[in-house]
């Protein structure tokens, strides 16, 4: 068929007349409420679920509370070690940036829960009332657990840490260049115990550090060890299979069971916990921490914790993200306890089993939805090359497109492409409670 201009016009009145359409049967669906709903955390969970929720309810009144002036994609804190983000603005953006105009912001902390009379105490706006409660409150970094470190000497004496900041995002990377151009030493590189954030960052680390030493020349005088606290690399088995194939031929070793204790930035020297009980010692010309994680202290002594099983962690349901004990709680992001998913993949795939459960919920309905536990990891080899890994509850390859778009086996420029350029523009669009994939 040729495709003349007016034909061209028609089909655009068409689709413009459907998509008024589908506009007016979404308004048309959305649930009447005056409930008050307050968000606790306003990072990349809270941001997007209170966009999200404007969409699914007509009426409500949403509070988000958050003590941060900024929003921070932590995301990119793997690209300013790999040197493609060079400043701290490619990762931090005003949060009004992504806010609905209908959505009240109180730029404060809640200090307590009090989830038996529905309220939140503030550290200076009082106590808020709430209908329905959201925990995104993300998790709190431990390296206060890591004896004789300092957050401060990150960038400097061979010390860095992607997770605790932009400015140490920036100054991991310029720890790791000089480490490279020093002519030879020992790399250690450590994941802590534990469920944490982007559990494949510290691996992420290990392998952009290696790849600039090689690029620097006289890899052969440089020793790389890996320490992780864990008896794995990766928990999903064909991913830790491909992963030990590409250390070997890069001669990276690794240490199952070896937890970083403390550390002497003067000396030079870190001692690590085994699984016999015992430490060991060992010396570093650079190190990459990984700190402890946990949830934030108001969550873990609150009612709403989990302290058996999740470290405390909020107690909800891993499929439905309601809490166990008060029904009119939900949680999604890093603060939540369940088995898998402190990503912000995971965020993505939370938004609409709590949007649509919330919803259910004030309806007086069953809870339809359910979250599979879905989270990704974009594991970067070095700077051009990644694996897209994604996986869920079933600790098994998944993907969130429709087909497999790269083989998450093989080191791959497009998946390179997709962490440095797709992904955030991606969580922008999540931030402003759309889900497209
Ligand atoms: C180095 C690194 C690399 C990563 N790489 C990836 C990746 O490649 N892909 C991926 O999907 N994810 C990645 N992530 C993980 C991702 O950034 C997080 O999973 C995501 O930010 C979780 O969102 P959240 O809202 O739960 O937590 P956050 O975004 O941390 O937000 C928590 C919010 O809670 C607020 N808060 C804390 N205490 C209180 C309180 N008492 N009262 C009120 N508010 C409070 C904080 O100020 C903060 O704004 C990475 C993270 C790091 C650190």
Excluded at 11 to 26: I, N, R
Excluded at 60 to 84: E, F, K, S
Excluded at 201 to 206: E, I
Aim: hydrophobic fraction near 40%.
């Amino acid at each position: 068929m040729v495709i003349s201009r007016r034909n061209l016009l028609i089909s655009g009145a068409t689709l413009g007349a459907a998509s008024a359409a589908s506009f007016l049967s979404w308004e048309l669906s959305k649930q009447d409420t005056n409930a008050r709903v307050v968000v606790v955390g306003g990072g990349a969970a809270g941001i997007a679920i209170a966009n999200k929720l404007q969409m699914y309810l007509n009426g409500v009144r949403i509070t988000v509370v958050d003590p941060r002036p900024y929003h921070w994609y932590q995301p990119g804190q793997t690209l300013l070690l790999a040197g493609v983000y060079d400043n701290k603005e490619d990762v931090i953006s005003p949060n009004k940036q992504y806010l609905n105009a209908d959505i009240r912001w109180i730029e404060d902390q809640v200090t307590e829960f009090d989830p038996d009379n529905n309220q939140v105490l503030t550290g200076q706006s009082g106590r808020l009332d709430y209908d329905y409660l959201i925990v995104s409150t993300g998790l709190e970094l431990r390296y206060d657990l890591i004896e004789g470190l300092d957050p401060d000497q990150i960038g400097q004496d061979g010390i860095s840490s992607i997770y605790h900041s932009p400015e140490a995002g920036l100054a991991s990377h310029r720890q790791a260049m000089k480490f490279a151009q020093s002519g030879g030493g020992k790399g250690i590189f450590t994941r802590p115990h534990g469920a944490m954030k982007c559990a494949g960052a510290p691996m992420k680390a290990t392998n952009l550090v290696e790849y600039f030493v090689r690029q620097a020349g006289q890899r052969e005088r440089f020793q790389m060890d890996y320490m992780t606290a864990e008896n794995v690399l990766f928990s999903v088995k064909v991913f830790d299979a491909r992963l030990q194939e590409i250390w070997q031929e890069r001669q990276i070793a690794h240490h199952y069971e070896h937890e970083l204790k403390a550390i002497n930035s003067q000396t030079k020297q870190a001692w690590f916990g085994t699984k016999e009980g015992g430490t060991i010692e060992t010396s570093w010309d650079f190190i990459h921490i990984s700190p402890p994680m946990s949830a934030i202290p108001v969550v873990r002594h609150s009612p709403l914790a989990n302290n058996s099983d999740f470290k405390g962690y909020l107690d909800v349901d891993k499929y439905t993200l309601q809490h166990k004990r008060y029904p009119n709680v939900f949680g999604l992001g890093d603060t939540v306890g369940t088995p898998v998913g402190k990503t912000a993949a995971s965020v993505k795939s939370q938004l609409p089993v709590v949007a649509t459960n919330l919803t259910a919920l004030i309806r007086e309905e069953a809870l339809p939805a359910q979250w599979d536990g879905y989270t990704s990891c974009p594991m970067i080899l070095d700077v051009g090359h990644a694996m897209l890994w994604e996986f869920d509850y079933t600790l098994q390859p998944v993907t969130a497109l429709p087909f497999e778009v790269v083989d998450p086996l093989k080191e791959s420029k497009l998946s390179w492409v997709m962490e440095k350029s797709l992904l955030r523009p991606i969580y922008d669009v999540m931030l402003e409670g759309y889900t497209p994939i």
